[in-house]
């Protein structure tokens, strides 16, 4: 478990570091994007490792209805975090579709993991975009949408987003658990 929370505080310091220490963050130039992109690399492996590694401690158990609305946030998290946004109609008045995205995508594994990892893991991932979406907003307040798309961009980017799903829950079930209701 030890792994799985040094994990979530390297994925956490590393994207909150421009936040908290500008001036340390300014002073790296370009090297620090690499910086930080290797404390987001090795954090995601710590919580992959500390994850897959962490004793099964149940703490609730999931209604098995729970892999439907599991699926269909995941769908929504994807479409969010697609360039539908920026390109298409129905997103653009978003400020943080990616954030909110990821977001749903935490609360969908949220509702079908009901062990004590899960929540550490999951739990951490979605306070941590609830605060970054606060941070920002904080730093940047003002804002204004760009300029809006089409539907047909929404619709094109939503078929990507059914077959993307698709593709991960395939290669999550060749790694891990089943995706998909039986």
């Known amino acids: 478990m030890l792994l799985l929370v040094l994990g979530l505080a390297l994925w956490w310091g590393a994207h909150f570091f421009k936040r908290i220490a500008p001036a340390q963050r300014a002073a790296m130039g370009d090297g620090g994007k690499g910086a930080v992109a290797g404390g987001i690399a090795i954090g995601i492996v710590f919580m992959i490792f500390g994850y897959r590694s962490a004793e099964v401690v149940p703490v609730w158990y999931p209604l098995a209805v729970m892999v439907h609305i ?4 995941v769908l929504v998290a994807i479409y969010m975090m697609s360039p539908a946004p920026k390109k298409g109609a129905l997103l653009n008045g978003v400020r943080h ?3 909110t995205g990821f977001a749903l995508w935490a609360l969908a594994h949220l509702l079908v993991n009901g062990e004590l990892a ?5 739990g951490g ?4 975009a609830l605060l970054e979406m606060a941070v920002i907003n904080r730093a940047e307040p003002e804002w204004s949408p760009g300029p809006k798309g089409t539907l047909a961009k929404d619709a094109m ?3 990507g987003s059914v077959v993307l799903v698709a593709v991960i829950g395939y290669i999550h079930a060749w790694l891990g ?3 998909f209701a039986s």
């Open 70 to 73: 599991n699926n269909l946030l």
């Open 97 to 99: 579709p990616m954030l």
């Open 118 to 122: 899960a929540i550490i893991l999951f």
């Open 125 to 128: 991932l979605l306070v941590w």
């Open 157 to 159: 980017f939503l078929v």
């Open 177 to 179: 658990p089943w995706p």
